[in-house]
Nanobody, 123 residues
Framework: QVQFVESGGGLVQPGGSLKLSCAAS????????IGWFRQAPGKEREGLLC????????YYVDFVKGRFTISRDNAKNTAYLQMNNLKHEDTAVYYC????????????????WGQGTQVTVSS
């Protein structure tokens, strides 16, 4: 079955960087768009970025521009989220996801999700 395993989260100081990984299995990874989301305590989950099957990127929110970068390695069935200049407000659980029909971002309905990885930005 479709499975995502996110990793790479942790505790980082403000201004620091983290690179999250999303290891996928159970489907033809190279043919699917992958999105990154996050959910902070007490807040709704928000979309960050999406990368389509040929590497095209969609930004769901402006604040990630210049700080977050999405990429993928189809040979490793893995997507990445590089996060730089992290701020306190970036503290959240970060998730990757895709949809079952292979729609490409931004026209995608996410219904397969990973369990998330915690990112905490604190001094």
């Amino acid at each position: 079955q479709v499975q995502f395993v996110e990793s790479g989260g942790g505790l980082v100081q403000p201004g620091g960087s983290l690179k999250l990984s999303c290891a996928a299995s159970g489907f033809s990874f190279r043919d699917y768009s992958i999105g990154w989301f996050r959910q902070a305590p007490g807040k709704e989950r928000e979309g960050l970025l999406c990368i389509n099957s040929v590497g095209g990127k969609t930004y769901y929110v402006d604040f990630v521009k210049g700080r977050f970068t999405i990429s993928r390695d189809n040979a490793k069935n893995t997507a990445y989220l590089q996060m730089n200049n992290l701020k306190h407000e970036d503290t959240a659980v970060y998730y990757c996801a895709t949809d079952r029909y292979g729609n490409e971002c931004p026209d995608i309905v996410y219904d397969y999700w990973g369990q998330g990885t915690q990112v905490t930005v604190s001094s």
